[in-house]
């Protein structure tokens, strides 16, 4: 565990890039389960993981500065 505010900082970093891989699993799950079947909710699931994407590298360059 982190004392200082930047390990601290970097540890709630962490925390969330964690978070989006489990978001990213589970949209790719939802896209295998529903197997074509329902087309928007598909492409709706995939806009989602793309802009997951999106936001774990905005957290990983934010991560780097700190």
Known sequence: MAGGTRGKIKE???GIHRDF??????CD???R???G???KLTEA???LHKEI???D???QGLYAEI
């Open 53 to 55: 994407k999106v936001l």
């Open 45 to 47: 699931i995939e806009v």
């Open 33 to 35: 389960l529903v197997d």
């Open 37 to 39: 079947r329902k087309p």
């Open 21 to 26: 891989d489990w978001v990213e699993a589970h």
């Open 29 to 31: 799950k939802i896209v």
């Open 57 to 59: 590298k905005l957290v």
């Open 12 to 14: 709630c970093l962490e």
